[in-house]
Protein backbone atom coordinates (compact mmCIF):
# COMPACT_ATOMS: atom_id res chain seq x y z
CA UNK A 1 0.00 0.00 0.00
CA UNK A 2 1.04 3.41 -1.24
CA UNK A 3 1.83 5.55 2.38
CA UNK A 4 0.81 8.87 0.77
CA UNK A 5 -2.48 7.46 -0.88
CA UNK A 6 -3.35 6.24 2.62
CA UNK A 7 -2.48 9.08 4.41
CA UNK A 8 -4.66 10.83 1.78
CA UNK A 9 -7.52 8.78 1.96
CA UNK A 10 -7.28 9.24 6.10
CA UNK A 11 -7.84 12.90 5.83
CA UNK A 12 -10.53 12.96 3.53
CA UNK A 13 -12.12 10.37 6.43
CA UNK A 14 -11.72 13.19 8.90
CA UNK A 15 -14.21 14.90 6.57
CA UNK A 16 -17.06 12.63 8.38
CA UNK A 17 -18.74 9.13 7.84
CA UNK A 18 -19.75 9.29 4.73
CA UNK A 19 -16.15 10.70 3.24
CA UNK A 20 -14.37 7.50 5.30
CA UNK A 21 -12.95 4.62 3.01
CA UNK A 22 -10.96 3.18 5.65
CA UNK A 23 -7.89 1.44 5.13
CA UNK A 24 -6.89 -2.61 5.79
CA UNK A 25 -4.22 -1.27 7.79
CA UNK A 26 -6.75 0.61 10.30
CA UNK A 27 -7.97 -1.59 12.91
CA UNK A 28 -10.97 0.04 14.38
CA UNK A 29 -13.12 -1.77 11.24
CA UNK A 30 -16.13 -3.45 11.95
CA UNK A 31 -15.72 -7.30 11.90
CA UNK A 32 -17.60 -8.37 8.79
CA UNK A 33 -16.72 -7.03 5.24
CA UNK A 34 -18.04 -8.11 1.87
CA UNK A 35 -17.38 -7.40 -1.41
CA UNK A 36 -19.00 -4.54 -3.12
CA UNK A 37 -19.43 -6.09 -6.53
CA UNK A 38 -20.68 -9.17 -5.13
CA UNK A 39 -23.84 -7.70 -3.76
CA UNK A 40 -24.67 -5.78 -7.12
CA UNK A 41 -24.25 -9.44 -8.51
CA UNK A 42 -27.30 -12.22 -8.91
CA UNK A 43 -25.41 -14.08 -6.64
CA UNK A 44 -25.78 -11.71 -3.60
CA UNK A 45 -29.30 -11.29 -4.43
CA UNK A 46 -29.71 -13.49 -0.86
CA UNK A 47 -27.51 -10.32 1.06
CA UNK A 48 -29.06 -7.71 -0.55
CA UNK A 49 -32.41 -8.91 0.44
CA UNK A 50 -31.17 -9.33 3.92
CA UNK A 51 -29.36 -6.11 3.98
CA UNK A 52 -32.98 -3.71 2.97
CA UNK A 53 -34.81 -5.91 5.55
CA UNK A 54 -32.15 -4.79 8.05
CA UNK A 55 -32.88 -1.06 7.13
CA UNK A 56 -36.35 -1.58 6.86
CA UNK A 57 -36.15 -2.89 11.24
CA UNK A 58 -34.04 0.49 11.91
CA UNK A 59 -36.50 2.76 10.30
CA UNK A 60 -39.11 0.92 11.53
CA UNK A 61 -40.80 1.04 7.71
CA UNK A 62 -42.60 -2.42 6.59
CA UNK A 63 -42.40 -1.12 3.04
CA UNK A 64 -39.15 -2.56 1.37
CA UNK A 65 -39.11 0.20 -1.42
CA UNK A 66 -38.82 2.82 1.26
CA UNK A 67 -35.72 0.84 2.68
CA UNK A 68 -34.14 0.45 -0.40
CA UNK A 69 -34.46 4.50 -1.56
CA UNK A 70 -32.69 5.01 1.48
CA UNK A 71 -30.09 2.35 1.18
CA UNK A 72 -29.41 3.49 -2.31
CA UNK A 73 -29.13 7.34 -1.26
CA UNK A 74 -26.63 6.14 1.72
CA UNK A 75 -24.39 4.28 -1.06
CA UNK A 76 -24.31 7.51 -3.19
CA UNK A 77 -23.63 9.43 -0.29
CA UNK A 78 -20.72 6.92 0.76
CA UNK A 79 -19.67 6.98 -2.90
CA UNK A 80 -19.74 10.96 -4.30
CA UNK A 81 -18.51 12.30 -0.68
CA UNK A 82 -14.85 10.89 -0.80
CA UNK A 83 -14.35 11.97 -4.27
CA UNK A 84 -15.50 15.38 -3.90
CA UNK A 85 -13.38 15.37 -0.64
CA UNK A 86 -10.66 14.52 -2.45
CA UNK A 87 -11.68 17.61 -4.75
CA UNK A 88 -12.07 20.25 -1.68
CA UNK A 89 -8.25 19.05 0.04
CA UNK A 90 -6.31 19.49 -2.84
CA UNK A 91 -3.96 22.26 -2.76
CA UNK A 92 -2.69 22.95 -6.32
CA UNK A 93 -5.75 24.56 -7.39
CA UNK A 94 -6.79 21.52 -9.53
CA UNK A 95 -9.56 19.28 -8.87
CA UNK A 96 -8.30 16.00 -7.93
CA UNK A 97 -10.35 13.55 -9.95
CA UNK A 98 -10.33 9.60 -8.50
CA UNK A 99 -11.79 6.33 -8.93
CA UNK A 100 -13.73 3.94 -6.75
CA UNK A 101 -13.30 0.60 -8.73
CA UNK A 102 -16.14 -1.81 -7.69
CA UNK A 103 -14.02 -4.76 -7.17
CA UNK A 104 -11.46 -2.85 -4.83
CA UNK A 105 -14.32 -1.93 -3.01
CA UNK A 106 -15.99 -3.74 0.51
CA UNK A 107 -19.28 -2.80 2.43
CA UNK A 108 -20.34 -3.48 6.43
CA UNK A 109 -23.20 -2.37 8.31
CA UNK A 110 -22.24 -2.15 11.55
CA UNK A 111 -24.68 -2.27 14.71
CA UNK A 112 -26.40 1.23 15.15
CA UNK A 113 -24.75 3.07 11.77
CA UNK A 114 -25.64 3.27 8.15
CA UNK A 115 -23.10 1.37 5.28
CA UNK A 116 -19.55 1.46 5.73
CA UNK A 117 -17.12 1.57 2.73
CA UNK A 118 -13.46 0.83 2.59
CA UNK A 119 -10.84 0.55 -0.05
CA UNK A 120 -9.16 -2.83 0.05
CA UNK A 121 -5.81 -1.02 -1.99
CA UNK A 122 -5.21 2.46 -1.37
CA UNK A 123 -3.14 2.05 -4.75
CA UNK A 124 -7.06 1.67 -6.36
CA UNK A 125 -7.26 5.43 -5.45
CA UNK A 126 -5.99 6.50 -8.86
CA UNK A 127 -6.69 9.75 -10.81
CA UNK A 128 -9.78 10.44 -13.40
CA UNK A 129 -9.17 12.48 -16.31
CA UNK A 130 -12.33 14.47 -16.21
CA UNK A 131 -15.59 14.98 -14.54
CA UNK A 132 -17.58 13.03 -16.90
CA UNK A 133 -15.45 9.66 -15.81
CA UNK A 134 -16.35 10.04 -12.23
CA UNK A 135 -19.72 10.39 -13.75
CA UNK A 136 -19.26 6.91 -15.27
CA UNK A 137 -17.55 5.49 -12.19
CA UNK A 138 -20.31 6.08 -9.68
CA UNK A 139 -22.94 6.05 -11.98
CA UNK A 140 -21.64 2.94 -14.34
CA UNK A 141 -19.51 1.18 -11.80
CA UNK A 142 -22.15 1.48 -8.52
CA UNK A 143 -25.36 2.67 -8.84
CA UNK A 144 -26.65 1.28 -11.97
CA UNK A 145 -25.39 -2.52 -11.05
CA UNK A 146 -26.90 -1.69 -7.69
CA UNK A 147 -30.09 -0.45 -8.82
CA UNK A 148 -30.41 -3.75 -11.31
CA UNK A 149 -30.09 -5.78 -8.03
CA UNK A 150 -32.25 -3.88 -5.87
CA UNK A 151 -34.84 -4.48 -8.93
CA UNK A 152 -34.89 -7.97 -8.07
CA UNK A 153 -37.15 -7.29 -4.61
CA UNK A 154 -38.70 -3.62 -5.30
CA UNK A 155 -39.70 -1.52 -7.48
CA UNK A 156 -38.24 2.16 -7.69
CA UNK A 157 -38.65 4.45 -10.31
CA UNK A 158 -35.53 5.35 -12.55
CA UNK A 159 -35.90 8.77 -12.13
CA UNK A 160 -36.03 8.47 -8.18
CA UNK A 161 -32.77 6.63 -8.29
CA UNK A 162 -30.84 9.10 -10.36
CA UNK A 163 -32.59 12.11 -7.88
CA UNK A 164 -31.06 9.90 -4.81
CA UNK A 165 -27.75 10.29 -7.11
CA UNK A 166 -28.15 14.13 -7.49
CA UNK A 167 -29.65 14.57 -4.07
CA UNK A 168 -26.61 12.48 -1.91
CA UNK A 169 -23.93 14.76 -3.96
CA UNK A 170 -25.09 17.94 -3.46
CA UNK A 171 -25.70 16.98 0.66
CA UNK A 172 -21.81 16.15 0.28
CA UNK A 173 -21.16 19.22 -0.94
CA UNK A 174 -22.90 20.95 1.77
CA UNK A 175 -21.10 19.22 4.50
CA UNK A 176 -17.57 20.52 2.63
CA UNK A 177 -19.19 24.24 2.29
CA UNK A 178 -19.26 24.00 6.51
CA UNK A 179 -15.74 22.69 6.93
CA UNK A 180 -12.14 23.92 6.99
CA UNK A 181 -10.99 22.60 3.86
CA UNK A 182 -8.60 24.71 1.33
CA UNK A 183 -9.80 24.01 -1.93
CA UNK A 184 -13.72 24.03 -1.63
CA UNK A 185 -14.09 25.95 -4.99
CA UNK A 186 -12.85 22.73 -6.53
CA UNK A 187 -15.10 20.71 -5.03
CA UNK A 188 -17.92 23.52 -6.06
CA UNK A 189 -16.62 22.76 -9.86
CA UNK A 190 -16.82 18.97 -9.82
CA UNK A 191 -20.19 18.89 -8.49
CA UNK A 192 -21.74 21.48 -10.65
CA UNK A 193 -19.73 19.60 -13.76
CA UNK A 194 -21.69 16.48 -12.41
CA UNK A 195 -24.96 17.67 -12.05
CA UNK A 196 -24.39 18.72 -15.78
CA UNK A 197 -23.94 15.92 -17.56
CA UNK A 198 -26.91 14.31 -19.32
CA UNK A 199 -27.71 11.84 -16.46
CA UNK A 200 -28.19 14.31 -13.59
CA UNK A 201 -29.29 16.93 -15.57
CA UNK A 202 -32.70 17.10 -14.85
CA UNK A 203 -32.83 15.44 -11.53
CA UNK A 204 -33.33 19.09 -10.00
CA UNK A 205 -33.52 22.96 -10.07
CA UNK A 206 -29.36 23.63 -8.44
CA UNK A 207 -27.92 27.02 -6.97
CA UNK A 208 -23.80 27.38 -5.51
CA UNK A 209 -24.60 30.46 -3.99
CA UNK A 210 -26.58 30.19 -1.44
CA UNK A 211 -26.40 26.46 -1.95
CA UNK A 212 -30.04 25.27 -2.49
CA UNK A 213 -30.98 21.63 -4.55
CA UNK A 214 -34.70 21.40 -5.00
CA UNK A 215 -35.14 17.88 -6.49
CA UNK A 216 -37.74 16.80 -9.25
CA UNK A 217 -38.57 13.21 -7.17
CA UNK A 218 -39.03 12.03 -4.16
CA UNK A 219 -37.32 9.86 -2.22
CA UNK A 220 -40.15 8.70 -0.46
CA UNK A 221 -38.64 9.56 3.46
CA UNK A 222 -41.80 10.58 3.87
CA UNK A 223 -43.40 7.34 4.32
CA UNK A 224 -40.91 6.43 7.25
CA UNK A 225 -42.44 6.13 10.45
CA UNK A 226 -42.25 10.32 11.95
CA UNK A 227 -39.82 11.00 8.44
CA UNK A 228 -41.53 14.27 7.39
CA UNK A 229 -39.98 15.95 4.28
CA UNK A 230 -36.39 16.30 3.00
CA UNK A 231 -35.13 19.26 2.65
CA UNK A 232 -34.85 18.96 -1.13
CA UNK A 233 -38.11 17.51 -1.66
CA UNK A 234 -40.10 18.16 -4.69
CA UNK A 235 -43.32 17.83 -2.58
CA UNK A 236 -44.44 20.73 -0.72
CA UNK A 237 -45.97 18.75 2.10
CA UNK A 238 -46.40 15.03 3.04
CA UNK A 239 -49.35 13.84 0.58
CA UNK A 240 -53.00 12.29 3.00
CA UNK A 241 -51.45 14.77 5.68
Sequence with gaps: MN?????????IAQLGMYFQLTPVSDTSEPPIWGRLSEL???DGAGELLRLVDDVRGRI???????????????????????????AALSEDGTPALVRLP????????????????????????????????????????HLAPFEQALAQHVTL????????????????????????VPN?????????????????????????RPLRFRRTSCCLYYRVPGGGLCGDCVLDKVPGG
Design 3 to 11: DQMAARLRA
Design 40 to 42: YSP
Design 60 to 86: GNPERRVAASILHLGLAARLWSPLLGA
Design 102 to 141: AEQMRWAMPPGSGMALRLDDARAWQPADTAAAVLTEVLDG
Design 157 to 180: ASGLLRGNAASALVGSLRVLSTAQ
Design 184 to 208: LVAAEELAMELLAQPALRETGAFAL
